[in-house]
Structures are given as structure tokens and as C-alpha cells.
């Protein structure tokens, strides 16, 4: 079994790389010659205006009716919705979670293996039971492994801390969690591991003092944010069933896009930029962002519903990598100003896109000025990473933020190629459009 630090080390270098070697694939030179040419009036009116009610709305089809017929397709007892990517009763649900994973050739039927099964049967026969739960093709990889159990206890008992300790957590030291890969066959050890930080304890420590003016401007921050957070509503999501279709997702999105757009309306280096510039560097990097937006206003939280339904719209294997990314970001959990800060970084990045034109810089007006944002809110987030962590934990975390974005950059653009293509039959939302460079 391989240490906590070697298990770090063996997932960076692999994301290096796959993250390098995915680049490639997604290069083409003439994609996107005309994307500095689509229509910015929406994106302008975002940055423009004041939030009102959008008056594009999107119906949603009610949920109780349909979840009030559905009928568990092991059993035939009332089903409660999906579990395991089938649709299954609370009973057959916690059974396939205890049982799943057990080793088949230790389970006996004692007739012949064709058992009846249905709400009156279903306690008589564990073998015929699993095997009618692998018939209907439910996912035992879906299962949560130890360590994924361990992370959620962790995220809990800090979430509770939070709301009962009333000292700001973004300058308290933080404990490392641990990284999890979505890939469950490789982590299903038959002895629960330990959840122990990768990195020692005494380098989490705060060994310097911010200045006057970096805690003035972290503060500032804080506040720019949650006026753009406050705007931030995901709860469409809780609202999908099997039939939504992906425009509606997308349709949806439209609002905590804009809540992030807010956010930057709020910082005055953003706000001094020529307009057209500003234009430009949210159609370009706000979708590599977006996610680390979302981690922030979910406070760290799983969404669990959301991995169903992308594994429909997409396929599990891109909503598995999309998770695996994510959690690399739980680390920072108890110093989501972190996140705040490193949205403003790569907001001000005029060639982070590798698979762009190579004029892609072209079209700014003041480059320059570009170059002279960025690197004061770089050195920003450096002396406050120092401020929290020794040197060389700071030097990890560059190297794993800036790797785990460029990820999520190779990721995004399957969601760009696939709203592209739903736009051909679907209606699109008109920031969403020019966001995604749709023409």
C-alpha cells in the first residue's frame, strides 16, 4: 500500500501527464478563428447593468407526480428515484450498497438461482436479490469507498465548526485532506486505510504576518464576492429528474455564470479595464472558473444528484474526472478566500487557453495592463499562502492549483462541444451563447 506522500506524488505526476497529452487532442487552428468575431452585447449587458429578473425562463416538469409512480425495478415496491444509476426502493438501495461488493461465490442461493423477486420475496434470497440488482445493470462503482466516507465525516465536523466558531477560518491553520480518486476498484482495500494528512501539520501553521494593506484588500474581496454570491442559485438542480434535458442545465446555468460576472464587476482592476477587454477575458476563462465558483457557493459540498444526471448528459467517465478535480480543491476547505483570490488570478489570463488560436491575444486592447493585474494579484495570493503555509507547501499548492485549472480547461471543453451541438436543435440562453461561443 503506498504512503499518503506517495500516493500524492504518483497522482500529479500522472495528471501532468494526462493533462498534457489531453491538450493536444483538443488543438485546431481553425475552431476558433471567428470566436473574437461573435456577438459580446450580452456579455456586455452582464457587466453593464444591474441584476433584474431574467425573462427567459425555462419550464420544469414537476417531480412529485413522477416520483409518486415510480416502481423499483428490483422488487416492483414504491421507488424513491435513482440509486446506483437505477431506479430502486430505499430497501433495495441500502441492500445493493451492503451487499454489492461482496465476493458473488460466497453467496449461495438455496434452490435453484431463479428466485421470484418482489416486496414480499426480496428478504428470502441475498443471491437472486444481487443478481437481479446486477441484471438491471445498477452500478456498484457508484459505491462510496472508506475514504470517500472518511472525506464527507471531515467536510461535516468542519461545516459545524464553522457555523459555531465565530473566528474567521481564513486565517486558522488547515489540515491537508486527503486526495480521492472517483475510480473505486482501485481503492477498495479490505482494511480501511487511515485519513491522514499528506502533509505534516507544523507546515500549515501561520508564519506570516499579512501587511496592512493585503489584509484591506483581502477583506475587500471577501465583500466584492458575496455581493456576486448572493445572486448565486443552484437549486434548479435539486428540481431535475431523468427527463431533463442538457439545454435546460445549461439554460439554467445562466444564473450562477452571472452571479460570477457580478463578482468581477466588483474588483477595480477588472472594473478599469477597457470594456471590450473586459468582454474578452470572460468569454475566454470563465468557463475554466466557473467550478471553482460552485465549490465556494456549495461550501465545499458534494452534489451528489448532479454526477446522474451528467453521466446521462456526458458520460460517468467525464463527470468521474470532473469530481476527481474537484477534490483536489478540498484541501483549502477551511480558507475559501483561497478560491476567491485564485478566481481573480486566472480571470486576468490573456493565453491560459491552449487550444485557442494562437491571435487569440490580438484582440485586447491593453495587454499590458492585462500582464500588470495579474502579476499583483499573483504576488497577492503568494504572500498569502505564505501567510498560511511554509515555502515549499506553498510551492505544492501553486503546482496542483494551477495543474488541477488547466484541467478543468481540457474538461470544459466537452461541455463547449456539447452545447454547440444542442444549439443546433435547442434554444440556448443568450449569455450562455456567447459564453460558450456559440454562432
Request: net charge positive.
Amino acid at each position: 500500500m503506498l504512503s499518503n506522500s506517495q500516493y500524492c506524488n504518483t497522482i500529479l505526476s500522472s495528471d501532468f501527464e494526462d493533462l498534457f497529452s489531453s491538450v493536444v487532442d483538443f488543438i485546431s487552428d481553425d475552431e476558433n478563428k471567428d470566436d473574437l468575431n461573435l456577438n459580446n452585447d450580452v456579455i456586455l449587458n452582464e457587466i453593464d447593468s444591474s441584476y433584474e429578473n431574467d425573462p427567459y425562463q425555462v419550464q420544469i416538469l414537476p417531480t412529485q407526480a413522477l416520483t409518486s409512480n415510480m416502481i423499483c425495478r428490483v422488487c416492483g415496491g414504491p421507488a424513491i428515484g435513482y440509486n446506483f444509476d437505477q431506479i430502486t426502493c430505499e430497501s433495495c438501495k441500502a441492500f445493493f450498497r451492503r451487499n454489492a461488493l461482496r465476493n458473488m461465490t460466497e453467496v449461495k442461493c438455496r434452490y435453484s438461482g431463479t428466485c421470484v423477486i418482489n416486496v414480499k420475496t426480496r428478504r428470502q434470497c441475498t443471491y437472486c436479490r444481487l443478481k437481479k440488482c446486477f441484471d438491471i445493470k445498477m452500478r456498484k462503482d457508484w459505491i462510496r469507498t472508506e475514504e470517500e466516507t472518511k472525506i464527507r465525516q471531515l467536510q461535516k465536523i468542519i461545516r459545524e465548526e464553522m457555523k459555531l466558531n465565530k473566528v474567521k477560518y481564513d486565517l486558522q491553520p488547515v489540515m491537508n485532506l486527503p486526495l480521492v480518486v472517483r475510480k473505486k476498484k482501485r481503492l477498495m482495500w479490505k482494511q480501511a486505510p487511515l485519513v491522514n494528512p499528506i502533509f505534516n501539520g507544523k507546515y500549515f501553521s501561520c508564519n506570516r504576518n499579512l501587511c496592512y494593506e493585503d489584509q484591506t484588500l483581502l477583506n475587500n474581496i471577501t465583500n466584492a464576492y458575496h455581493s456576486g454570491a448572493d445572486y448565486a442559485d443552484y437549486s434548479h438542480i435539486k428540481t431535475y429528474t431523468r427527463f431533463t434535458p442538457f439545454s435546460q442545465f445549461i439554460n439554467d446555468e445562466n444564473v450562477v455564470y452571472s452571479s460570477l460576472i457580478y463578482y468581477y464587476k466588483g474588483i477595480p482592476e477588472f472594473k478599469q479595464l477597457d470594456i471590450d477587454d473586459q468582454v474578452l477575458l470572460i468569454k475566454s476563462n470563465i468557463v475554466k472558473l466557473i467550478h471553482l465558483h460552485y465549490i465556494v457557493i456549495q461550501n465545499f459540498e458534494d452534489f451528489p444528484c448532479i454526477g446522474e444526471h451528467m453521466s446521462k448528459w456526458i458520460n460517468a467517465d467525464f463527470h468521474n474526472q470532473m469530481y476527481r478535480t474537484r477534490c483536489y480543491f478540498y484541501r483549502f476547505m477551511k480558507h475559501p478566500l483561497l478560491l476567491k483570490l485564485i478566481l481573480i488570478v486566472f480571470m486576468f489570463s490573456v493565453n491560459l487557453s491552449a487550444p485557442c488560436s494562437i491571435n487569440q491575444c490580438s484582440g485586447y486592447k491593453n495587454i499590458k495592463k492585462l500582464y500588470e493585474c495579474q502579476n499583483y494579484y499573483i504576488m497577492l495570493l503568494w504572500r498569502y499562502l505564505n501567510h498560511l503555509f511554509e515555502e515549499k507547501e506553498v510551492i505544492k499548492a501553486m503546482e496542483i492549483i494551477v495543474t488541477q485549472i488547466l484541467r478543468y480547461q481540457v474538461l470544459m471543453l466537452t461541455i463547449e462541444d456539447r452545447v454547440r451541438q444542442t444549439s443546433k436543435y435547442e434554444k440556448i440562453h443568450s449569455l450562455m451563447e456567447s459564453i460558450f461561443r456559440v454562432s
